[in-house]
Nanobody, 118 residues
């Protein structure tokens, strides 16, 4: 009943940009917090960005220190969220996942690979 599908990953040169999207089916994203996470080989999972629900909050956002000023999270509509990424560096290489946090559990997408390489 609930499915999250990320897209937009790919190979990009340092300094480039990508826009990741996550489309939800089965529920309305406006009611839940949305998070973008990433995990690179040999590293711990990192929280990249989050946006709070607009039902319980005013949709405040969070950004990890490593991506502040470069990444922007947004909620396009009730079924879609975006992560705009710019000035990418090789350290941004990872599999990126979107997550929806609900009182009944967390839902994760399958991930989309971002590779930053010259």
């Amino acid at each position: 009943q609930v499915q999250l599908v990320e897209s937009g990953g790919g190979l990009v040169q340092p300094g480039g940009s990508l826009r990741l999207s996550c489309v939800a089916s089965g529920f309305n994203l406006d009611y839940y917090a949305i998070g973008w996470f990433r995990q690179a080989p040999g590293k711990e999972r990192e929280r990249v960005s989050c946006i709070d629900s607009i039902s319980s909050t005013d949709g405040s956002t969070y950004y990890g220190d490593s991506v502040k000023g470069r990444f922007t999270i947004s909620r396009d509509n009730a079924q879609r969220t975006f992560l705009e990424m710019s000035r990418l560096t090789p350290e941004d290489t990872a599999t990126y996942y979107c997550m929806i946090g609900t009182p009944w559990g967390n839902y994760w997408g399958q991930g989309t690979q971002v590779t930053v390489s010259a």
